[in-house]
């Protein structure tokens, strides 16, 4: 092995690495999105101009904007520990980071508030490229060392 090849390996082999990178990154950021709708659904809403009126109000507020991104989180949080999840957990962050993008210029191209979204479309943004950045990185490493083992 030459020594281009020896750093390129070398390189390849911190791809496992980003990937959990990215995930402990995300587990935190949708861990803190998701506790604070289930500790203060009121407060959390009100902070964007959002009343809840009921009871039942609350709870969807809880389980719909609360339970879904800490269950996310957790289960990024856990797929570090796990070689094997690493690149199915990415794969949920990048989706998840997507989705979330195109509803929110859908949202921005019919009702407008392009100002009001900014910060959370960067945030999106960073993490879609974050997560696609170690999904490649990470096949390239799955597709150099399996090539290399069959040779």
């Excluded at 195109?102 to 392009?114: H, K, N, T």
């Excluded at 900014?118 to 974050?130: K, M, N, Q, T």
């Amino acid at each position: 092995m030459t020594g281009s090849q020896g750093e390129m390996r070398g390189a390849l082999e911190l791809a496992p690495t980003a990937s959990r990178i990215v995930l402990v990154l995300a587990a935190i950021l949708l861990a803190r999105i998701g506790s604070r709708y289930i500790v203060d659904p009121v407060g959390a809403m009100a902070a964007d101009g959002i009343t809840l009126h009921s009871v039942r109000a609350m709870a969807v507020a809880r389980v719909g904007l609360g339970a879904f991104p800490l269950a996310i989180a957790i289960f990024a949080l856990g797929s570090v520990f796990a070689s094997r999840a690493l690149m199915a957990a990415t794969s949920l962050i990048a989706t998840v980071m997507v989705t979330a993008l195109v509803v929110r210029v859908v949202d921005i191209a019919f009702d407008g508030g392009l100002d009001a979204n900014r910060a959370p479309l960067a945030g999106e943004s960073v993490f879609l490229i974050l997560s696609v950045v170690a999904l490649v990185w990470n096949s390239a490493n799955r597709w150099t060392f399996g090539r290399a083992e069959r040779d």
